[in-house]
Nanobody, 130 residues
């Protein structure tokens, strides 16, 4: 059974960079037709899809965050990472990593439809505050 676990700094000061890691067990991030996503939910707001990295390494970004976001992976550690630059208090949120279903259409990579995902991490709180 696949398990995803996010890790991050917890508290970060404005203007700095946040680095988040999702460690995967029970599956490999290079498994065919698997796409690995980052999604966040600010307090009192809707979830926001941030980006995804494909099994073959291609990356997909939310255009609204593209200038501040970078995705990467470490296949030897079975991890994928999110870097978010120049954070502000508006970036305060619970950040989740999630695995898309094999059958979920790639064209809908930015989808937040729960039926497109079959595994989620528990989430990690990131608070941006001075």
């Amino acid at each position: 059974q696949v398990h995803l676990q996010e890790s991050g700094p917890g508290l970060v000061k404005p203007s700095l960079t946040v680095f988040l890691t999702c460690t995967v067990s029970g599956d490999h991030i290079t498994s065919s037709n698997r796409y690995w996503s980052w999604i966040r939910q600010p307090p009192g707001k809707a979830m926001e899809w941030m980006g995804a990295i494909a099994y073959h390494g291609a990356t997909y970004y939310n255009p609204s965050l593209r200038s501040r976001t970078s995705l990467a992976r470490d296949t030897s550690k079975n991890q994928f990472m999110l870097q978010l630059d120049s954070v502000t208090p508006e970036d305060t949120a619970v950040y989740y990593c999630a695995r898309r279903k094999e059958t979920a259409p790639v064209a809908g990579i930015f989808s937040l439809d729960p039926s497109d995902y079959d595994s989620w991490g528990q989430g990690t709180q990131v608070t941006v505050s001075s």
